[in-house]
């Protein structure tokens, strides 16, 4: 079945730092892919997301790219604030039984801005 | 306007206990979906509804769980005879059909003693 493996944190970065956080799924057929995050105390936020093969999604500074051939979803942000600490989650949908999109998560990858 | 909501926030309940939990979706939304997440992980799948109908309980771990959506809107998951490895949040999400954006609510988090 499908799956999404994300790096494991927790991942502690100063302010301003460069942020990759590395996805990779396994699906069959033509998946859309997504970021999540879940700031503390608070329901789960879509990020971005990417429905094709190349698409670039973007939101807040943050950016992921659709690599097809390597089957990879990596999030990244050219300079972390500390109101960025969150845990993200990489996530992918396929069409489960019943027609909808069916989504599966990563486990989750905790990042910590320190000042 | 109003977003996902779910009650209680937090449940804790004995083993072995009955224990309801309740989600509110968005107004319109036809689809809602149950998640579970236990500690250090991703939410995991349990059901989905379009309108009043579970169209994929595959996620469902066992036969101690159950969830309803009656009028198509409001939808409570049951679970039967709680056990400690139940414990974890449960979260509820809604979307417009069911090829939209998920809407997740705040979660109910349970503790099963």
């Known amino acids: 079945g499908d799956s999404v493996t994300q790096m494991e944190g927790p991942v502690t970065l100063s302010e301003e730092a460069f942020l990759t956080i590395n996805c990779t799924y396994t699906?069959?057929?033509?998946?859309?892919l997504f970021w999540y995050v879940q700031y503390p105390g608070e329901g789960l936020q879509l990020l971005l997301k990417?429905?094709?093969?190349?698409d670039k999604g973007s939101n807040k500074g943050f950016e992921a790219t659709y690599r097809k051939e390597t089957t990879s979803f990596h999030l990244e942000k050219g300079s972390v604030q500390v109101s960025d600490s969150a845990v993200y989650f990489c996530?992918?949908?396929?069409?489960?039984?019943?027609?909808?999109?069916?989504?599966?998560f990563g486990t989750g990858t905790k990042l910590q801005v320190i000042p | 306007g109003a977003g996902v909501s779910q009650t209680p926030s937090n449940k804790v309940t004995e083993k072995g206990k009955y224990v309801e939990l309740r989600c509110d979706p968005i107004?319109?939304?036809?689809?809602l979906y149950w998640y579970r997440q236990s500690l250090g992980q991703g939410p995991e799948f349990l059901i989905y509804?379009?309108?009043?109908?579970?169209?994929?309980d595959s996620g469902l771990p066992n036969d101690r769980f159950f969830a309803v959506r009656p009028e198509g809107s409001v939808s409570t998951l049951k679970i039967q005879r709680t056990e400690r490895g139940d414990s974890a949040v449960y979260l509820c999400a809604s979307s417009l059909n069911r090829d939209n954006e998920q809407f997740f609510g705040p979660g109910t988090r349970l503790t099963v003693l």
């Open positions: 509804f379009q309108g009043t109908g579970a169209a994929d």
């Open positions: 107004s319109g939304h036809t689809a």
């Open positions: 990417a429905t094709k093969a190349d």
């Open positions: 996530a992918l949908s396929g069409e489960g039984s019943g027609g909808y999109q069916k989504v599966t």
């Open positions: 699906a069959t057929g033509y998946p859309s």
